[in-house]
């Protein structure tokens, strides 16, 4: 038992690094900022490193979802009860990754515990325990990811107008470059960019524009600046979401006295980069070219919104969802710039409702059947 406890909890970590490592580096693959494969992989560094990380920083969460407090005591030791929590949020979130959507290993985990317990113990669940410490920040998270993203959004556009730094436009045709600034809208609030003059090849083929930044910070360029930021802010994410998730799925392996808690954080931290560069290509789709599309300062802003709301649940011990934060700061980029798919982000709400009960059943059901 102590064994399938093992595997089930590097399963549960395979999946939360398949569904999760992307989405700290979705805007830098969608604002073509960096390829795939070198997003992935600063993606799976960082997040690697955040995972190191979390056996100094992360102790309350550790303590919060071994399930104490949710479930009697005596269940929360239960190598029985843990393997159902860990082998229902796997499955629920190794689904949702492979159908494209991007969903919470949070909500996952505490959908598990909830069922796995209700199997076990029935009405002895504390549901009031799981209302104030569980889904309040869950529910919130995304609401204040929003709030935060649009006004920093705003403010670091306004920096940057007051700089005078303009967009320009990159047109390539064969071995040519033409360059073509873009007039400044007059208003802050003015979003709409005016477009760029079409140039078509001779054969009929239209070239796609790509968008830069003009002029120099203090002697650099800043088309330059704005990458380094972006990648900057984008590590900061992925460290973030390491030292915030490993630790929720490092407490299943509390219960293994023989196994140094310190050695499960880190073979949860390898299982996550192991997942993330092998599974990870249907959910970076969906959060890099499908929620809204993003321009380089609109990608920095979403990054620098959720890396700060992560970092700051992670020194709390609040179990926030990356998901729900990054998605919410996408969100409110699109909503702020006007491009955002509204189609997708129901599709992606509809998930969200139905991961918790999703891992529910499928947590009580492998309760039963291992029992």
Avoid at 140 to 148: D, G, I, K, N
Avoid at 165 to 189: A, H, N, R, Y
Wanted: aromatic share 8%.
């Amino acid at each position: 038992m102590i064994w399938l406890l093992f595997l089930a909890t590097c399963f549960l970590a395979y999946s939360n690094g398949a569904n999760d490592n992307f989405k700290g580096v979705a805007s830098l693959f969608g604002s073509k900022t960096a390829s795939y494969r070198t997003a992935i992989w600063w993606a799976t560094v960082t997040t690697f490193a955040g995972s190191v990380c979390s056996l100094v920083f992360a102790e309350v969460l550790l303590k919060k979802f071994s399930g104490k407090g949710l479930v009697p005591d005596a269940l929360v030791g239960s190598e029985l009860f843990l393997l159902a929590v860990a082998a229902g949020a796997g499955l629920t979130v190794i689904i949702a990754t492979v159908t494209g959507f991007p969903i919470s290993t949070t909500h996952g985990l505490t959908g598990a515990i909830i069922g796995s317990g209700l199997m076990a113990v029935g009405t002895e669940v504390n549901f009031q325990s799981l209302g104030k410490g569980f889904l309040l920040p869950l529910l919130l998270s995304p609401v204040v990811a929003v709030l935060l993203a649009a006004p920093l959004y705003l403010g670091l556009r306004y920096v940057r107008l007051r700089l005078g730094i303009t967009k320009e436009w990159c047109l390539c045709v064969g071995e040519t470059q033409q360059v073509i600034p873009i007039p400044q809208p007059g208003s802050l609030m003015a979003l709409q960019v005016t477009a760029p003059p079409k140039l078509e090849v001779c054969a009929g083929e239209e070239q796609k524009c790509l968008e830069r930044y003009a002029g120099a910070v203090w002697g650099i360029k800043s088309q330059k600046v704005m990458d380094a930021a972006h990648f900057l802010s984008a590590g900061v994410v992925s460290f973030a979401r390491g030292l915030n998730d490993t630790p929720k799925i490092a407490a299943l392996l509390l219960v293994i006295q023989v196994l140094d808690i310190r050695y499960g954080l880190m073979a949860v931290g390898l299982f996550i980069a192991i997942g993330g560069l092998l599974n990870a290509k249907k959910v970076a789709e969906t959060m890099s070219h499908k929620i809204t599309t993003m321009n380089h300062g609109q990608g920095f802003a979403a990054n620098l919104s959720t890396g700060i709301l992560v970092i700051a649940a992670s020194k709390y011990g609040l179990p926030v969802s990356t998901t729900h934060v990054s998605v919410g700061s996408l969100f409110g980029i699109g909503l702020t710039t006007g491009k955002l798919n509204t189609k997708v982000i129901l599709g992606i709400l509809l998930s969200w409702v139905l991961t918790m009960p999703c891992a529910a059943l499928l947590a009580a059901v492998v309760y039963w059947m291992v029992k």
